[in-house]
T-cell receptor
Framework: ETGVTQTPRHLVMGMTNKKSLKCEQHLGHNAMYWYKQSAKKPLELMFVYSLEERVENNSVPSRFSPECPNSSHLFLHLHTLQPEDSALYLC???????????????FGEGSRLTVL | RKEVEQDPGPFNVPEGATVAFNCTYSNSASQSFFWYRQDCRKEPKLLMSVYSSGNEDGRFTAQLNRASQYISLLIRDSKLSDSATYLCVVSTVGGSQGNLIFGKGTKLSVKP
C-alpha cells in the first residue's frame, strides 16, 4: 500500500467546472510535489512545497492553484481548464529539506483527469 | 537538446535476455542520477541510484560516464515482471526542491 494517497483516481470535468485534487502522505515527509504526466512527454514538475511553503512554481497557468495546509496534505484546485490539460496528475513527497531531494520521491497512484 | 534523453523503445525481448538502456543528459552540472520504474497505469518508483563507480543490485547494473554525460541500465536474465517503463532521472543541486529532471522513459516488454 502506498504511503501517498490521491483522490479522486479519475476525474472528468467540463471547461467551466471547478474541482480539486487531493493528496495525503503518511510518511512524515516535509516536501510535497505536483507533477503532470502526459502521453509521450516526460514528467513535468508543476509545484513544490517544502515545510508548507511553496518553493517552486514552474510557469504553471493560473488555472491550476495549489494549496498546502500542512505538511501531510496537498491540494490542486482546478478551474476553467482546457482539453490539453487532460493528463495524469501525480503527487509525490520526499524527506529532504531545502538542500533538494535525495532522489527518492514517493509518488501517489495519480489522478487521471479528462477535460471535455 | 533535451535535458534528459532516452530511447523510447519499445524493447521487446524474450525471457532470459540481457537488455541495456541508455540515457544522456545535457547539464554538465548534474550531480545525482537515478533509474525509476513505472508499471503500466501505476506510479513511478525508485529502482536504483547510479553511482560514479557503477553499482549493481541483483540482476540490475547501473553505470555512469560523466565525461560523456551518459547513464546506462543493464538488466540480466529478464523476467516477465521486468516489463515496465524505465525512467532516467537526473538531479542538479542548487537549493531548489524541484531539481529532478525526468526522461520520457524507455518501455520494456519481456515476452515468454
Amino acid at each position: 500500500e502506498t504511503g501517498v494517497t490521491q483522490t479522486p483516481r479519475h476525474l472528468v470535468m467540463g471547461m467551466t467546472n471547478k474541482k480539486s485534487l487531493k493528496c495525503e502522505q503518511h510518511l512524515g515527509h516535509n516536501a510535497m510535489y505536483w507533477y503532470k504526466q502526459s502521453a509521450k512527454k516526460p514528467l513535468e514538475l508543476m509545484f513544490v512545497y517544502s515545510l508548507e511553503e511553496r518553493v517552486e512554481n514552474n510557469s504553471v497557468p493560473s488555472r491550476f492553484s495549489p494549496e498546502c495546509p500542512n505538511s501531510s496534505h496537498l491540494f490542486l484546485h482546478l478551474h476553467t481548464l482546457q482539453p490539453e490539460d487532460s493528463a495524469l496528475y501525480l503527487c509525490a513527497s520526499s524527506a529532504a529539506g531545502l538542500a533538494g531531494p535525495t532522489g527518492e520521491l514517493f509518488f501517489g497512484e495519480g489522478s487521471r483527469l479528462t477535460v471535455l | 537538446r533535451k535535458e534528459v534523453e532516452q530511447d523510447p523503445g519499445p524493447f521487446n525481448v524474450p525471457e532470459g535476455a540481457t537488455v541495456a538502456f541508455n540515457c544522456t543528459y545535457s547539464n554538465s552540472a548534474s550531480q545525482s542520477f537515478f533509474w525509476y520504474r513505472q508499471d503500466c497505469r501505476k506510479e513511478p518508483k525508485l529502482l536504483m541510484s547510479v553511482y560514479s563507480s557503477g553499482n549493481e543490485d541483483g540482476r540490475f547494473t547501473a553505470q555512469l560516464n560523466r565525461a560523456s554525460q551518459y547513464i546506462s541500465l543493464l538488466i540480466r536474465d529478464s523476467k516477465l515482471s521486468d516489463s515496465a517503463t524505465y525512467l532516467c532521472v537526473v538531479s542538479t543541486v542548487g537549493g531548489s526542491q524541484g531539481n529532478l529532471i525526468f526522461g520520457k522513459g524507455t518501455k520494456l516488454s519481456v515476452k515468454p
